[in-house]
């Protein structure tokens, strides 16, 4: 979707237009601090090797891993070998990693060390000289946020942030953006004062994956769905994102978090905002910014949030057969702890298209399996000419879009059963990606560090977008501090009881995906 809007200076030879032309990046470095994260490791450094299996890396490209390790080069490297041989999506092939591998540098520092900015300047300085990465560096803050601006005062401190004339440099950030809407102000402050929005890339790894963008593909580049696309056909839509893993080892992340802020605000708002939003008028990050954030804009409350939020935490149960303890039994969660792991909210989308069609997001881990999808859930037929018992079986029209696993569309509608009665039933229409494609789908940080290396905005969300998503989620967060604790349910199912009775109120019901 974004072969338009691309920053040619990276690459002149390519032609935007022309989609036979493989995207490949300029000269440039990745550098990464948290290098030693979990994320860098099951993620980001496998997503560099892949790129460069597919061909998608210049000759010359560096990866630089900034860290508080007495590590050498060698160390770094044996480092991301082994993330790379256990997480990559492609098979592990020796002239490609030794390539790579060549460009590999290590900085040992703290964020608050001058003398580590000055060795990561040098570093950078030496591989222009070296590998001719031309001056083209991309920084990406995969940190807790509180050490944001240590890094970015640095880097602008150390002359790290500027570049000369036609090079470029870029600061990538990984979500949370904040923790409500107030520090993601502060946070959007300190990044502003030193990078300009366009060498600024939040990440938002959903909008990486492929079925995500397939959400723009099935409703813009198809004449069927969007007539029905609005309150007159839909009865509501269901967004969720369902996990079996529990929290794992992030306790210190995930207890101040909780499943909404680390979710919600992001994945599941910006799922529903390609869900809603009027088409843009090109896949251009500006274009597709000013439909999202009306979407966000328009989004309305409920005014009993009691009625129409839930909340749970996981107790004891079962996951894949396994007998697993509870959240408050997890190493470093404090017993008395009330963070979410499951949130289920209500929203409506104040526009004319969606007038009254309730929106509803929900989110959970330990939960039955792991599935994220969005349905759209069409109202019944105005008129049935059958009678009652010849539609029991009958449920209601649906889209559901696969984002993973599974990754494909479903159709539901009613067909009629074999026989001489007339009995109708539903049935299914399914599209599978694995069983319409040949090539295999890239991993979401893939795209995303492909996109940010060749200066490509259209898939990571902006400040405005962010800020919207926060004032949404702030007043459901407060409400939830002040009124009672999040409800227990047992691993393994589909969460707590008062997530199902608040779908009842609304005469409606989740589905068990
Ligand atoms: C992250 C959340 O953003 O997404 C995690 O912080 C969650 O808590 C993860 O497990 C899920 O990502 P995916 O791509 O496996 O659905």
């Not at 880097?155 to 570049?163: D, F, M, N, R, Y």
């Not at 198809?222 to 839509?237: K, L």
């Not at 979410?340 to 929900?362: D, K, Q, S, Y």
């Not at 494609?437 to 962010?466: K, M, N, T």
């Amino acid at each position: 979707m974004s072969q338009l809007g691309v920053d040619n200076h990276s690459n002149p030879l390519r032609d935007p237009q022309d989609r036979r032309m493989p995207r490949i990046a300029g000269p440039c470095s990745l550098v990464i601090f948290g290098v030693t994260g979990d994320l860098s490791r099951k993620k980001l450094m496998p997503a560099v090797y892949d790129l460069a299996n597919r061909g998608l890396l210049p000759p010359g490209f560096s990866l630089v891993g900034f860290a508080r390790r007495d590590w050498a080069h060698q160390d770094f490297a044996q480092i991301v070998h082994d993330a790379v041989k256990e997480h990559s999506r492609t098979g592990f092939r020796e002239e490609v990693w030794n390539q790579l591998a060549e460009g590999f540098r290590f900085v040992p520092g703290d964020f608050s060390d001058d003398d580590a900015f000055e060795r990561l300047r040098l570093t950078v300085a030496e591989l222009d000289e070296v590998r001719g990465t031309g001056g083209n560096h991309a920084f990406y803050l995969s940190i807790p946020p509180r050490f944001f601006p240590d890094v970015i005062g640095q880097l602008k401190a150390h002359g790290l942030a500027e570049a000369d004339g036609e090079s470029w440099r870029r600061v990538v950030v990984e979500k949370p953006f904040g923790h409500d809407l107030a520090s993601a102000r502060e946070l959007n402050d300190v990044v502003s004062q030193v990078f300009p929005p366009e060498a600024v890339f939040r990440i938002d790894h959903y909008l990486g994956k492929e079925t995500v963008q397939n959400i723009l593909a099935l409703r813009f580049a198809n004449n069927m769905f969007e007539p029905v696309w609005n309150g007159r056909y839909v009865d509501h839509v269901q967004i969720t994102m369902a996990e079996d893993i529990g929290i794992g080892g992030r306790a210190g992340y995930y207890d101040s978090i909780g499943a909404a802020r680390d979710v919600i605000q992001n994945h599941l708002l910006q799922l529903m905002a390609l869900v809603a939003m009027e088409d843009p008028i090109n896949f251009e990050a500006g274009s597709l910014r000013i439909e999202k954030q009306k979407v966000l804009a328009s989004v309305q409350l409920p005014d009993d949030l009691g009625r129409h939020t839930a909340r749970g935490q996981y107790a004891a149960g079962w996951a894949g057969g396994v007998k697993v303890g509870g959240y408050l039994d997890e190493k470093d969660i404090p017993s008395s702890s009330t963070t979410e792991t499951f949130a289920a909210i209500r929203l409506e989308i104040g526009t004319r298209r969606w007038g009254g069609v309730p929106f509803f997001l929900r989110t959970g881990k330990r939960l039955g399996r792991r599935v994220t999808e969005v349905a759209v859930m069409f109202k019944k037929a105005p008129h049935l000419p059958f009678t009652d018992t010849q539609t029991e079986a009958l449920g209601r029209n649906a889209l559901v879009m696969r984002i993973q696993p599974d990754e494909g569309a479903t159709l539901r509608f009613g067909a009629k059963v074999p026989g001489t009665a007339m009995e109708i039933r539903d049935v299914n229409m399914d599209f599978a990606y694995g069983g319409a494609f040949v090539e295999s789908s890239p991993e979401a940080y893939e795209r995303l560090i492909l996109d940010v290396l060749l200066g490509d905005p259209p898939l990571f969300p902006q400040h405005e977008e962010v800020e919207l998503s926060w004032q949404i989620l702030d007043p459901i967060i407060d409400y939830w501090a002040k009124h009672g604790q999040p409800e227990q349910y047992p691993s393994g199912i589909w969460g707590p009881k008062s997530a199902d009775e608040m779908l009842a109120r609304d005469g409606r019901s989740w589905r068990r995906p």
